[in-house]
């Protein structure tokens, strides 16, 4: 069974259009449209703050880790606070 299932997916990735799969790809334009509501000031080289519509967080480029917490369950799991220092470069 696992096996099988695991081909299935193989299968359905031979055909995106990117290397990302289109569910993230998705994710992260949504985030990445949103990040333009954000603010981020930089503190040093590893941290930021950033100040969206609604709240603000505390990111830590270095740990890996923000305020909201998200960061300490995957990586992948980026917001719009997350994707807006990323666009800048650091």
């Known amino acids: 069974m696992l096996m099988a299932r695991l081909q299935v997916n193989r299968d359905s990735a031979e055909e995106w259009d990117s ?3 289109p569910r993230i790809m998705e994710t992260l334009k949504k985030n990445m449209k ?3 509501e ?3 000031m930089k503190s040093d080289d590893w941290h930021f703050q950033i100040m969206g519509p609604y709240d603000q ?3 830590d480029m270095s740990q890996k880790s ?3 917490r998200r960061w300490d369950l995957t990586v992948l799991r980026l917001t719009r606070e997350h994707m ?6 650091s």
Not at 84 to 89: A, D, R, V, W
Request: net charge neutral; with cysteine; hydrophobic share 35%.
């Open 38 to 40: 954000c603010i981020p």
């Open 34 to 36: 949103q990040s333009g």
């Open 19 to 21: 290397l990302i799969c």
């Open 84 to 89: 807006h220092i990323l666009s800048l470069g």
């Open 57 to 59: 967080h505390t990111v």
């Open 66 to 68: 923000c305020s909201c």
